[in-house]
């Protein structure tokens, strides 16, 4: 570019390129410093919490052959195994599901992306104006919008990519000379494995060589060509690795794409004043063409259009114009024809950023050139900005503290997100709130009522609030509109609680087939296989558990000894036993007394166990037990009448 001596003396200033680093590496840790203790939150629950198979790096080749082990969750388990593999080392720094580690890496890995940026803004403005490829790197990483990318770890997945996908664009710029070799590939397909905007890849190739190299049309798409067509088979490989379960979710691509011209012009005014800001939208897709927020959307699109056209055509306005064609091209895949299951995501907006902040910063420059006397009021604007976005950032950190902050601020920002109050209503529930928690469910049936999740947790609520006759419908209404792990297991764990274990079973290895690697039904068939006494089953489901998850102590012990006898003395197993029975947890309570008679067959502790196994359904089993303490002590009463009464009342 040419520019007076005058403009070049504005280049570095007062300030030298590595103190502006050392400040913009400050600043967004800063903004970011209150993030660490934050809790995990939405699909974090079936991609960690839930997940078993980031407990342990002993198998860590199946993330990359198996992609259940992205999720607990069939239907969401899509292939990304770089995103597992870094959440199982987080998980392996502490043995357990700590945030900490995880949000440490979440920064670690913006601040790599902040530097290959800031090499990559070199490139875009000119080696020379170094100070200005800081600041559009640290506006980007300090934007309030990608807090959502930060805290949701689930979408580390948008941060891993970004590596790569930087890299390799970088590689093909600063080796041209290599570009035959189709070494910058590399780093485009490591990307890829922790998820694939790989052909939008050739996009940003044609707009660098066409607007910044200053190439011919024919010449940019030439350049293209080997990176759209490895990114076709990358997709289509990556996408032959998605579970044979897993669903992409969205419903019609036209209203979808009628949706999604407005959804361009929300996330371009977010990215200039991110307010209002929320973790799950109620947005809804637009029923007609001549909807106004559709007119207002495609005229935001053509008047980019034109804008990216226009600025194109010099060279002084070319780098205002790529960070444009970067934030279309990039929103493309996810705001175009192919629909997504949520019509907007405020983590879509991590890749388009990466064009905006540049765009901003080259805008601010050219402006100060054109009113070189306002220079120092236009830079101390650009500087308020960044100061801004970082104080944003930060307390926007506070609203994902907790699921109880996150959810009472989706009901407040999204309230038609049916959704968003039924998890707000599962943190009322979680501290026994159950009144409130009704209500924000019922309030969530009015939004969204037909809702399966919605159902099953209406019908905890009522049985936690003893209404057992109104849970029962909700259960069944939940298995109707969509039998899946979690309408099964939920309701197999009511019924064990109301004493018809029978009946869970089924429901039990139903909810265990439909998720072959989530751990809970499983873990309760093996505590109810215990309590039956069915050792060879207990040590089946224990082998089974221990495949799943090595680190599970239980299915550890069970395995050897179909029983669970980590209590260690009859006394503490039998009064472990004693006070579950007094909390009606009779699932705990005959595991217990398994225990105590393992280390000595008392009749009193098979009577209480012949009780714990009454109370959960299993009649046979519980008369078997009180027989036992008879033949012990012939003369124990309490066995005799528990006998009598249940074989009466069978």
């Given at each position: 570019?040419?520019?007076?001596?005058?403009?070049?003396?504005?280049?570095?200033?007062?300030?030298?390129?590595?103190?502006?680093?050392?400040?913009?590496?400050?600043?967004?840790?800063?903004?970011?410093?209150?993030?660490?203790?934050?809790?995990?939150?939405?699909?974090?629950?079936?991609?960690?919490?839930?997940?078993?198979?980031?407990?342990?790096?002993?198998?860590?080749?199946?993330?990359?052959?198996?992609?259940?082990?992205?999720?607990?969750?069939?239907?969401?388990?899509?292939y990304?195994?770089?995103?597992?593999?870094?959440?199982?080392?987080?998980?392996?720094?502490h043995?357990?599901?700590?945030p900490?580690?995880?949000?440490?890496?979440?920064?670690?890995?913006?601040?790599?992306?902040?530097?290959?940026?800031?090499?990559?803004?070199?490139?875009?403005?000119?080696?020379?104006?170094?100070?200005?490829?800081?600041?559009?790197?640290?506006?980007?990483?300090?934007?309030?919008?990608?807090?959502?990318?930060?805290?949701?770890?689930?979408?580390?997945?948008?941060?891993?990519?970004?590596?790569?996908?930087?890299?390799?664009?970088?590689?093909?710029?600063?080796?041209?000379?290599?570009?035959?070799?189709?070494?910058?590939?590399?780093?485009?397909?490591i990307?890829?494995?922790?998820?694939?905007?790989?052909?939008?890849?050739?996009?940003?190739?044609?707009?660098?060589v066409?607007?910044?190299?200053?190439?011919?049309?024919?010449?940019?798409?030439?350049?293209?060509?080997?990176?759209?067509?490895t990114?076709?088979?990358?997709?289509?490989?990556?996408?032959?690795?998605?579970?044979?379960?897993?669903?992409?979710?969205?419903?019609?691509?036209?209203?979808?794409?009628?949706?999604?011209?407005?959804?361009?012009?929300?996330?371009?005014?977010?990215?200039?004043?991110?307010?209002?800001?929320?973790a799950?939208?109620?947005?809804?897709?637009?029923?007609?063409?001549?909807?106004?927020?559709?007119?207002?959307?495609?005229?935001?699109?053509?008047?980019?259009?034109?804008?990216?056209?226009?600025?194109?055509?010099?060279?002084?306005?070319?780098?205002?114009?790529?960070?444009?064609?970067?934030?279309?091209?990039?929103?493309?895949?996810?705001?175009?024809?192919?629909?997504?299951?949520?019509?907007?995501?405020?983590?879509?907006?991590?890749?388009?950023?990466?064009?905006?902040?540049?765009?901003?910063?080259?805008?601010?420059?050219?402006?100060?050139?054109r009113?070189?006397?306002?220079?120092t009021?236009i830079?101390?604007a650009?500087?308020?900005?960044?100061?801004?976005?970082?104080?944003?950032?930060?307390?926007?950190?506070?609203?994902?503290?907790?699921?109880?902050?996150?959810?009472?601020?989706?009901?407040?920002?999204?309230?038609?997100?049916?959704?968003?109050w039924?998890?707000?209503?599962?943190?009322?529930?979680?501290?026994?709130?159950?009144?409130?928690?009704?209500?924000?469910?019922?309030?969530?049936?009015?939004?969204?009522?037909?809702?399966?999740?919605?159902e099953?947790?209406?019908?905890?609520?009522?049985?936690?609030?003893?209404?057992?006759?109104?849970?029962?419908?909700?259960?069944?209404?939940?298995?109707?509109?969509?039998?899946?792990?979690?309408?099964?297991?939920?309701?197999?764990?009511?019924l064990?609680?109301?004493?018809?274990?029978?009946?869970a079973?089924?429901?039990?290895?139903?909810?265990?087939?439909?998720?072959?690697?989530?751990i809970?039904?499983?873990?309760?068939?093996?505590?109810?296989?215990?309590?039956?006494?069915?050792?060879?089953?207990?040590?089946?489901?224990?082998a089974?558990?221990?495949?799943?998850?090595?680190?599970?102590?239980?299915?550890?012990?069970?395995?050897?000894?179909?029983?669970?006898?980590?209590?260690g003395?009859?006394?503490?197993?039998?009064?472990?036993?004693w006070?579950?029975?007094?909390?009606?947890n009779?699932?705990?309570?005959?595991?217990?007394?398994?225990?105590?008679?393992?280390?000595?067959p008392?009749?009193?502790?098979?009577?209480?166990?012949?009780?714990?196994?009454?109370?959960?359904?299993f009649?046979?089993?519980?008369?078997?037990?009180?027989?036992?303490?008879?033949?012990?002590?012939?003369?124990?009463?309490?066995?005799?009448?528990?006998?009598?009464?249940?074989?009466?009342?069978?």
């Open positions: 570019m040419n520019e007076s001596a005058s403009e070049r003396g504005h280049r570095h200033g007062p300030v030298s390129p590595f103190h502006l680093a050392i400040a913009g590496g400050l600043l967004i840790v800063a903004a970011y410093a209150n993030f660490f203790h934050n809790g995990f939150h939405f699909d974090d629950d079936h991609v960690i919490v839930e997940n078993a198979s980031i407990r342990s790096l002993e198998h860590w080749t199946r993330f990359f052959t198996d992609a259940h082990t992205f999720s607990s969750l069939p239907t969401n388990a899509t990304r195994p770089l995103v597992t593999l870094s959440l199982a080392i987080d998980y392996a720094v043995h357990g599901l700590d900490v580690p995880f949000h440490v890496t979440q920064l670690i890995l913006l601040l790599i992306v902040g530097v290959l940026l800031t090499v990559l803004f070199e490139d875009l403005f000119g080696r020379e104006w170094r100070l200005h490829s800081i600041a559009a790197s640290t506006l980007f990483c300090v934007h309030t919008a990608n807090t959502e990318t930060m805290n949701f770890l689930s979408s580390r997945s948008e941060l891993l990519s970004a590596v790569g996908f930087l890299g390799a664009l970088l590689v093909f710029i600063r080796w041209p000379e290599q570009r035959k070799r189709g070494w910058y590939l590399i780093p485009l397909a990307g890829a494995l922790a998820k694939a905007p790989v052909v939008i890849f050739a996009g940003i190739v044609i707009a660098w066409r607007l910044i190299e200053r190439r011919p049309r024919i010449a940019a798409v030439k350049a293209a060509v080997p990176s759209f067509v990114g076709v088979l990358l997709l289509i490989g990556l996408n032959a690795m998605n579970a044979p379960e897993w669903i992409a979710g969205g419903g019609s691509r036209i209203a979808y794409l009628r949706t999604q011209t407005w959804v361009w012009l929300h996330y371009a005014r977010l990215a200039v004043f991110p307010a209002g800001l929320t799950d939208s109620d947005l809804e897709t637009f029923p007609h063409w001549y909807d106004t927020n559709v007119v207002a959307g495609t005229a935001f699109l053509l008047v980019l259009i034109l804008a990216i056209v226009r600025l194109g055509r010099a060279r002084d306005t070319a780098p205002i114009a790529f960070g444009l064609t970067w934030f279309a091209v990039t929103l493309l895949p996810t705001s175009s024809i192919f629909p997504l299951a949520e019509v907007a995501n405020e983590h879509r907006l991590f890749f388009p950023l990466m064009g905006i902040a540049p765009a901003v910063v080259w805008g601010a420059e050219l402006a100060a050139r009113w070189p006397a306002r220079r009021v830079i101390g650009l500087c308020a900005v960044v100061l801004a976005l970082a104080w944003g950032t930060h307390v926007r950190n506070r609203t994902w503290r907790t699921d109880e902050t996150l959810w009472r601020d989706v009901t407040e920002k999204s309230p038609r997100n049916g959704r968003g039924m998890n707000y209503g599962l943190t009322q529930m979680e501290q026994g709130r159950y009144d409130q928690a009704k209500a924000a469910f019922i309030r969530a049936s009015q939004l969204t009522p037909a809702y399966s999740r919605l099953i947790n209406l019908g905890i609520v009522e049985a936690a609030m003893g209404n057992e006759a109104a849970a029962e419908p909700h259960f069944l209404r939940a298995l109707e509109l969509a039998p899946d792990r979690n309408a099964h297991f939920y309701y197999a764990r009511w064990l609680r109301r004493g018809r274990g029978a009946e079973l089924p429901h039990l290895a139903e909810a265990a087939r439909l998720a072959p690697t989530w809970p039904p499983r873990q309760l068939a093996l505590r109810v296989a215990v309590a039956r006494g069915e050792v060879f089953v207990a040590r089946t489901l224990a089974d558990i221990a495949s799943i998850d090595p680190t599970d102590s239980e299915a550890a012990t069970v395995s050897l000894a179909g029983i669970d006898v980590r209590c003395t009859f006394r503490r197993c039998f009064d472990r036993g006070t579950a029975t007094g909390q009606a009779h699932i705990e309570a005959a595991v217990a007394y398994r225990a105590a008679i393992a280390f000595d008392r009749a009193t502790a098979y009577n209480n166990l012949g009780w714990s196994l009454a109370s959960l359904g009649r046979n089993e519980a008369a078997a037990s009180y027989r036992v303490a008879l033949t012990i002590d012939p003369a124990f009463h309490n066995a005799r009448n528990n006998l009598d009464e249940l074989e009466s009342a069978r």
